[in-house]
């Protein structure tokens, strides 16, 4: 049995916040599950995924956010209690979605759960998805902890069937990758057969109805800032005279400045996670009698700008400060030093010594950068396509996976990247305005997600690039979990059907397109120079499975290489791939063997043939 | 109970997170208040894992730097690197075995020599432990119960507020049953080490 699944209510287990949530989501008695992968959201949908396996909890890897919004829209209104996950960015995808369901409402609960990554830890921005509860209407909980973040799914599914509404669930990084004890309580059964009554002149957005849907939203809004106003999300700790408003996981960590200040009796704190619509008769209520406020909040200036319009609502004229030079940043994240230190200083205390050791006279130690893996078949595919333009320039517009690391040397194939699918109407701009030819980079999961148009758009306007489509077979930057074109077979699913990227690209009118096996060489670069050389758009397909999750589906193993006597130290090996299983010692190149999986490649770029497999 | 504030840093792929987990899984079991975090955006790509632990009284699940009481290393150049998060009275517990990354392979970088390593180390913090993990997981007959290893001689400080029996249960209930003996068997030889 799935750990999730323990039918122990009451029991004090430790989750990952984020296997708290799918915990939470079981409680509430979701029964449709669906999302894009992307972190830090992943492990909600991993651990949902498993207990899809056991149970009758309908749980789908959708192609991209956007679809994954739709089905759980569709699912909510035919009466199921449905959890939709993505990461922040995942929301811009979705946006279209979000903005009129919100006018069309839903029946059953509906929560959207959007986790925010700020210092970018594994973005591409550090964007504030609070605004996006505030640009659709809809109400946004913010936990501070794994259990408050299991217990606030419940709490919006709740709060979804009471305005009729999707509510959005807000976390960031710290709150999904941390671990806590957290207190379990009931699974109930799920109510998974749906049905939905008619009503087009409700869910059919014409404008004659959204004029009416709208103003039906924003009475919703007004009876969501009462809910606001009386949500237990929302409270007040202490009765100090100087205030403090925050909310998610700053909480924790002003509770630890005050403590460790020593100003607990002097403070008070407002805790917001119930942060949109605001609750503005908590915050008057809060306002009166204090001296001054400190708005702690990662990211944008969010509570700090609805804490002044109160104040100036009421005609209140204290300082309120958060967002300032000396104060607090929007960029980054906090962290407990840093929430005390601006808390010493915004309220004229002394602030604890700080014990930091001369770091000065350290040497230099060599970074540790994410590479790709020894055998990733994306770095023989980035050589590859090198030595077919043969040292013409090449524009390369990448994408969001594993591959985007081509960006660091010796590979050095990443020129633009912004979101996800950017790499096709990034390189038709490039290659429309531009001499150099333009070569973009996508994986395969992300080509299912939203290359698709873009490849659309290229073939229709007669765009003039080669697409390198990155196809290991998963999607490996996340964690390997499945998408359109993997075989569901292999994982233990059935029930599922495959499409092929070839047919698709064929289909969709592309003239030139090459299959290769990246761990043959020479045959690529053959096949690659072709797809180069063709006028219009071509698309190379390069085709091998990603080495780990090769070994997690158990294929069989490949021999290891090893470098041999006739090594003549041209050093090709490591100067154009840089696998990490290389590494020279003592002048000489050597080849981890526990590392090494064999795909070759160094084999076949060295000129001397002196890369051979280990013989037993 | 006054807070204890653990940094363990690794590699991708050292075992860390499962350390980690064991730790975590011994605190419950005797009421000890904990909270974890870690960063581990690309640990299968070769780059860094870092694990924070809090037991006790403290609600933020993250360490600032300079705040570690302890710190544990499970590759040396790593455990140079987090120095940033300890301070003069941090006990750091490091393994020697040494994972040179690939930059230093590619000639991208030098690795310091273990000695300097070691004595940059002596001389800014409390308390140094270092011994080659690696050497006694292999004892073991496990190479990847390096981090078993660790987790004894991390005990063995006196500073984790958690008793190595019910370090030894997590060990035997979070870990793999094939590896459970062997796990154990580091375990035992890593807390002699740090005697």
Known sequence: MHKLLEDAPGKKALYLGNEAIARGALEAGVACATTYPGTPSSEIS????EVSKETDLYFEYSTNEKVALEVAAAAANAGIRSLCIMKHVGVNVAADVLMTLAYVGVKAGLVIMTADDPFMFSSQNEQDNRYYGKMAGLVILEPSTPQEAKEMVGMGIELSEKLGEPVILRTTTRVNHSTAAVTLGGIPTRATEGSFTKNPFQYVTIPAVSRKLHTRLLARLTEAEKLSDESPSNFIVGSGPWGIVVNGVSFNYVRDALSELGIGDRVSVFRMGFSNPAPKKRIAEFLAGREKILVCEEGEPFMEEMVKAVAQ??????????????????EGEFDPALVRGVAARFFGVKDLPAARIDLSDLPEIPARPPNLCAGCPHRATFYEVKAAAGGRTLINPTDIGCYTLGVLPPLSSADFLICMGSSLGTAAGFSRFTKDKTVAFIGDSTFFHSGLPGLVNAVFNNHNFTLVILDNGTTAMTGHQPHPGVDMAEMGFSGYNRISI???????GVKTVVVTDPYKVKKSVESIREALDAPGVSVVISRQICPLYARAVKRPRRKPFAVTDKCRNHRDCVDKLGCPAMSVVNGRVSINREQCTGCAVCAQVCPENAILPVKD | MKP???????VGGQGNLLAARVLGEAALSENVPVRMSEIHGMAQRGGVVESAMIFGDAESPIISDGSADVLLGFEPAETLRALNRANPETVVVTNTATLPPFTAAIGRGVYPEMEKILSLLRAKTGRVIAFDALALAREAKNPLALNMVLLGALVRTGRIPVTPEAVRR??????????????????????????
């Open chain 1, 313 to 330: 609502e009421n005609g209140v004229v204290i300082p309120i400060k958060g967002k300032a030079a000396g104060l607090f940043s929007r």
């Open chain 1, 46 to 49: 991993l651990a949902l995924f």
């Open chain 1, 502 to 508: 070839e047919e698709a690209v064929r289909g969709l």
């Open chain 2, 4 to 10: 204890v504030r653990l940094i363990i840093v690794a």
């Open chain 2, 170 to 195: 997590a060990i035997a209930s979070e870990t793999k049953k094939a590896f459970v003996d062997s796990n154990i068997a580091a375990f035992e030889l890593g807390f002699e080490k740090a005697a």
